[in-house]
């Protein structure tokens, strides 16, 4: 099992009123799963994607990642953990605005000790992948949205992980980019098997997933697999 989550709750405080995010949610992914979480504002699921991929901590529960407890490592072992196998697409992309496309993805890379010509092949390779060759050299300012969402899908996949999340990744895109996007995580998710675990309020994406899992205030009401469509 790629990941186990056993009993996740969160509380924030709101001032001094806890707010009850996730209310005991268990799950398991297996390698190779394309799953969407849905469910409505304040559901929980950003606090679930973020919790699994390790920005953020649970108040109670825990998290297995292949078999082993993140919640028991320290900084640097989840760090290190976090690095080889889990690529994070946020919403608002968190591009470098100063960097161009192929920058941007490199970034990481270097922050990993690969070295520039390993790292600049590693991520010009990924960028071809997503269809962005004419555009390595733009800075962000100069992409479209979609152009943008690519860039940071691949610059999560340079970094060759197990699991990718991303919370709502066409939320900011129009009906024919979202489903571009679409289609690049779906070939990239029966090609090399990476597993995809996103967010998204887009009836037309949750079509097309293998897995949906339903959240409401903080528990999951239904969890249902189909076959591919
Ligand atoms: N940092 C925080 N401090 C306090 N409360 C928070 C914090 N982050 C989230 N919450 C609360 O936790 C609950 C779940 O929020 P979360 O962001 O996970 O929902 P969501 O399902 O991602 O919603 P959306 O669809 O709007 O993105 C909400 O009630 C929210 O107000
Ligand atoms: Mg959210």
Excluded at 22 to 44: M, Q, R
Excluded at 162 to 182: F, G, H, K, Y
Excluded at 211 to 228: F, P, T
């Amino acid at each position: 099992m790629l990941l186990e989550l056993r009993e996740i709750t969160k509380t924030y405080l709101l001032g001094e009123i806890p707010v009850k995010a996730l209310n005991g949610v268990s799950l398991d992914i297996d390698k190779g799963e394309f799953i969407a979480i849905c469910g409505p504002s304040g559901s929980g699921k950003s606090t679930l994607l973020n919790i699994i991929g390790t920005i953020d901590t649970p108040s109670t529960g825990s998290v297995r990642y292949a078999g082993q407890d993140i919640l028991a490592m320290t900084d640097d072992e989840q760090t290190a953990m976090r690095n080889g196998t889990i690529g994070f697409i946020f919403q608002t992309f968190n591009l470098v605005p100063v960097l161009s496309a192929l920058e941007n993805v490199m970034l990481p890379l270097s922050f990993r000790k690969m070295s520039a010509v390993a790292a600049r092949d590693k991520a010009m390779g990924t960028l071809v992948g997503v269809g962005l060759e004419k555009f390595v050299n733009h800075r962000p300012n100069k992409l479209s949205g979609g152009q943008r969402q690519r860039v940071a899908i691949a610059r999560a996949l340079a970094q060759e992980p197990a699991l990718v999340i991303a919370d709502e990744p066409t939320a900011n895109l129009d009906t024919a980019t979202s489903m571009q996007i679409l289609d690049i995580m779906l070939d990239l998710n029966t090609k090399q098997k990476i597993t995809f675990l996103f967010s998204t309020h887009d009836p037309r994406l949750i079509d097309r997933v293998k897995r949906i899992m339903w959240l409401q205030d903080g528990v999951i009401k239904s969890d249902q697999r189909k076959s591919a469509a």
